[in-house]
């Protein structure tokens, strides 16, 4: 009896809820929702887990703001008080940087595999231009939140950071000094890079989040032209339940991974930043923006009379246009025909980042 009186008060909170948000026909929405199935549908896992991770990342860092004093007097004491004091407070930090670094990597193998994969096409352009806007957003916040525990790494990596829009012609005096909000690094810079940080970049991601996934549901997953030329035949799956069920491995396998590096190889805090001290030898930015720093540090000082460093920052500034503009540009797979030139352009890429990743951790400094 109590059973059946419980069913019937479910029943009548469903009925509640589904007058006033119109539960039935979110439902049909999802049910109605396929997924193509063919040799490339693992790819089709990584937007899903990189979501997971983000939604991980906005949890652990509400829980870091509850301690965090954004000062330069305090921001690395809070965060040491954090790791020392509060209950698993050293887990939650370790937690929030593991899954910044996994988040990043599953954003990059995403993006290109989707740049491979050729799911750029007609009718996928904004849904592509949305995604560029992500992975930007997502770099902006690895670079902002870099700083917040003002230990000396953070601090002498951000100095040689934010030289680099300085490289910029014209705006580029204008562009460091807005970064920093000084003429040096300083407390006013800790101050706004955590503005940044939890204020002007949540709401600008949940913007250009918001419209991806509404594309993506629009317009549903892409099939490879290779794969839409050989098979007439559409194969696909139900998202509900069974392409949920399988991206709900890829979440549990992320948060496997996380939780071993979070326990075994805990974020540390290092020395507090000291700005009368010289740089340490060796400081090194995270390893997404390492090829850059690397490119910066082979280029020689003037290149036919311009300085080497403007030139790669434009060089950077171009190639992220280029990579905007692709879907317009590869008006060979636009049109449904083969083409190979942008596959291997985007190899090279790949390489590149590799390369000169690998050889920024494994080349001695010269200074």
Do not use: C
């Given at each position: 009896?109590?059973?059946?009186?419980?069913?019937?008060?479910?029943?009548?909170?469903?009925?509640?809820?589904?007058?006033?948000?119109?539960?039935?026909?979110?439902?049909?929405?999802?049910?109605?929702?396929?997924?193509?199935?063919?040799?490339?549908?693992?790819?089709?896992y990584l937007g899903g887990m990189t979501l997971f991770l983000f939604v991980i990342q906005v949890t652990t860092g509400i829980l870091l703001l509850l301690y965090y004093r954004p000062s330069a007097e305090e921001a690395y004491e809070s965060i040491q008080f954090l790791m020392t004091e509060v209950e698993f407070g050293w887990l939650i930090?370790?937690?929030?940087?593991?899954?910044?670094?996994?988040?990043?990597?599953?954003?990059?193998?995403?993006?290109?595999?989707?740049?491979?994969?050729?799911?750029?096409?007609?009718?996928?352009?904004?849904?592509?231009?949305?995604?560029?806007?992500?992975?930007?957003?997502?770099?902006?916040?690895?670079?902002?939140?870099?700083?917040?525990?003002?230990?000396?790494?953070?601090?002498?990596?951000?100095?040689?950071?934010?030289?680099?829009?300085?490289?910029?012609?014209?705006?580029?005096?204008?562009?460091?000094?807005?970064?920093?909000?000084?003429?040096?690094?300083?407390?006013?810079?800790?101050?706004?890079?955590?503005?940044?940080?939890?204020?002007?970049?949540?709401?600008?991601?949940?913007?250009?989040?918001?419209?991806?996934?509404?594309?993506?549901?629009?317009?549903?997953?892409?099939?490879?032209?290779?794969?839409?030329?050989?098979?007439?035949?559409?194969?696909?799956?139900?998202?509900?339940?069974?392409?949920?069920?399988?991206?709900?491995?890829?979440?549990?396998?992320?948060?496997?991974?996380?939780?071993?590096?979070?326990?075994?190889?805990?974020?540390?805090?290092?020395?507090?930043?000291?700005?009368?001290?010289?740089?340490?030898?060796?400081?090194?930015?995270?390893?997404?923006?390492?090829?850059?720093?690397?490119?910066?540090?082979?280029?020689?000082?003037?290149?036919?009379?311009?300085?080497?460093?403007?030139?790669?920052?434009?060089?950077?500034?171009?190639?992220?246009?280029?990579?905007?503009?692709?879907?317009?540009?590869?008006?060979?797979?636009?049109?449904?025909?083969?083409?190979?030139?942008?596959?291997?352009?985007?190899?090279?890429?790949?390489?590149?980042?590799?390369?000169?990743?690998?050889?920024?951790?494994?080349?001695?400094?010269?200074?």
């Open positions: 009896m109590m059973f059946r009186n419980g069913d019937r008060k479910i029943e009548e909170i469903w009925l509640w809820l589904d007058e006033r948000v119109g539960l039935t026909e979110i439902f049909k929405l999802v049910k109605k929702k396929d997924v193509p199935v063919h040799t490339h549908t693992v790819w089709y930090r370790s937690i929030h940087s593991w899954a910044a670094n996994l988040m990043v990597f599953t954003l990059f193998v995403h993006f290109f595999s989707v740049l491979l994969l050729k799911a750029y096409r007609r009718p996928r352009e904004v849904t592509w231009l949305s995604g560029m806007g992500l992975l930007g957003l997502a770099l902006t916040f690895g670079f902002t939140g870099y700083l917040l525990p003002w230990n000396e790494l953070a601090y002498f990596a951000t100095r040689v950071g934010t030289e680099i829009p300085g490289a910029v012609p014209l705006v580029g005096s204008f562009l460091r000094r807005l970064l920093r909000g000084g003429d040096d690094v300083t407390g006013a810079t800790l101050t706004r890079f955590y503005g940044i940080h939890v204020a002007i970049l949540p709401a600008l991601t949940t913007l250009f989040l918001g419209l991806h996934l509404f594309l993506v549901q629009k317009h549903g997953m892409s099939v490879p032209p290779d794969v839409e030329r050989q098979s007439k035949e559409k194969k696909v799956m139900p998202f509900f339940p069974n392409f949920l069920l399988r991206d709900l491995v890829g979440w549990l396998t992320a948060l496997a991974i996380l939780a071993a590096l979070a326990a075994f190889i805990p974020a540390e805090l290092g020395k507090k930043a000291d700005p009368f001290q010289p740089a340490p030898v060796g400081i090194k930015p995270e390893w997404y923006f390492m090829f850059m720093f690397q490119t910066l540090k082979f280029l020689p000082s003037y290149i036919l009379g311009i300085e080497g460093e403007i030139l790669g920052v434009l060089g950077f500034g171009l190639g992220g246009l280029f990579l905007a503009l692709i879907p317009f540009l590869d008006r060979r797979t636009a049109r449904g025909e083969t083409s190979r030139l942008f596959t291997w352009i985007v190899i090279a890429i790949i390489a590149y980042m590799v390369v000169l990743t690998y050889l920024g951790y494994t080349v001695s400094p010269t200074k």
